[in-house]
């Protein structure tokens, strides 16, 4: 029978011990780091009701290139968005950065009026049922954004500071098996991400994608290549509502079978003001309803022209 030699158990021994440590290290890891998510999800949530009740600006450039990168096409307009009768409106307010010609603000105007006086000769059943209508226009994105700490295998990538943050740094690969209860969270199987997640109040502060493989939509008609990314930054307002600050894509899609397009798109947000929940008509306006920017950082980095 053959026995180690003296010295030879202990350092097996110390081997063993070393590599256990090791493993429980990175299995607690991963649990942290997918309940850290799951703190974040939750915060979200309350931080999405109130996030709801600022008006604010947004000015979305976008740049069209060619199959080398160069700068084909440059365009950029900027909207005001804000409270009218309790849902938001938005308004353009600028195109390239110059003011809009006299014909179509006055146009711009007139519709604001008009929808103003349409809204106020709301009956209180009417109001609700326009009030409702806004709120399950984000269901959609709720539904995903739930399924997001069973989407994903994450791990503690690092930590950082911004702002007087300290934000915990978190990646995040498709999990490979689970099956998604909505059709949105369907693209979270061809996105890998990084989170950077405040570690006071849990809050998703910024939120980095980008897509592994080709994302199909619409049966196909829009290809969004691999390789296409997208980061939402958020800034922290009054009373600790976190704020849409910065959107940057980079993208590259097909449309149809024939149309290819290589796009940047920049939008900052600017001049943040807080309204009461309960309050009427803040002037500004468009012409059509507006979608309030929402902290869903996936739904957020999908393109739009």
Excluded at 8 to 15: A, D, E, F, T
Excluded at 52 to 69: I, M, P
Excluded at 109 to 132: C, H, V, Y
Aim: aromatic share 8%; glycine share 6%.
């Amino acid at each position: 029978m053959h026995y180690p030699k003296p010295g030879m158990g202990i350092l097996v021994n110390s081997c063993m011990l070393v590599l256990c440590l090791a493993s429980t290290t990175a299995l607690l890891a991963r649990e942290d780091a997918r309940e850290i998510i799951r703190r974040a999800v939750a915060a979200d949530e309350l931080n999405w009701r109130f996030a709801q009740n600022y008006t604010f600006f947004q000015r979305v450039e976008l740049r069209r290139l060619d199959a080398q990168g160069r700068v084909k096409l440059t365009e950029a307009r900027t909207y005001e968005v804000s409270l009218q009768q309790g849902t938001p409106y938005r308004q353009l307010v600028q195109r390239d950065d110059h003011s809009l010609p006299a014909i179509e603000e006055k146009k711009d105007r007139e519709n604001l009026a008009k929808s103003i006086a349409d809204r106020r000769q709301e009956t209180a059943p009417e109001w609700g049922l326009r009030l409702s209508a806004y709120e399950r226009r984000p269901d959609w994105q709720r539904e995903a954004w739930h399924e997001l700490p069973d989407a994903f295998g994450f791990r503690l990538a690092g930590e950082s500071r911004l702002e007087g943050h300290n934000l915990f740094i978190i990646g995040a690969m498709p999990r490979q098996g689970y099956q998604p209860a909505s059709d949105i969270a369907r693209l979270f199987r061809s996105l890998k991400g990084r989170f950077w997640v405040d570690q006071q109040d849990r809050q998703i502060v910024k939120v980095g994608v980008e897509a592994i493989d080709t994302i199909s939509m619409g049966l196909f008609l829009v290809r969004v290549a691999k390789g296409s990314h997208a980061t939402l930054e958020l800034t922290s307002a009054q009373n600790g509502v976190w704020l849409p600050d910065r959107l940057q894509v980079f993208a590259s899609a097909r449309l149809g079978w024939v149309q290819v397009l290589h796009i940047e798109q920049t939008v900052p947000y600017s001049r943040y003001r807080s309204v009461p929940a309960d309050a009427g008509a803040i002037h500004t306006a468009e012409g059509r309803d507006a979608y309030i920017p929402g902290l869903r950082p996936f739904a957020k980095a999908m393109p739009s022209a």
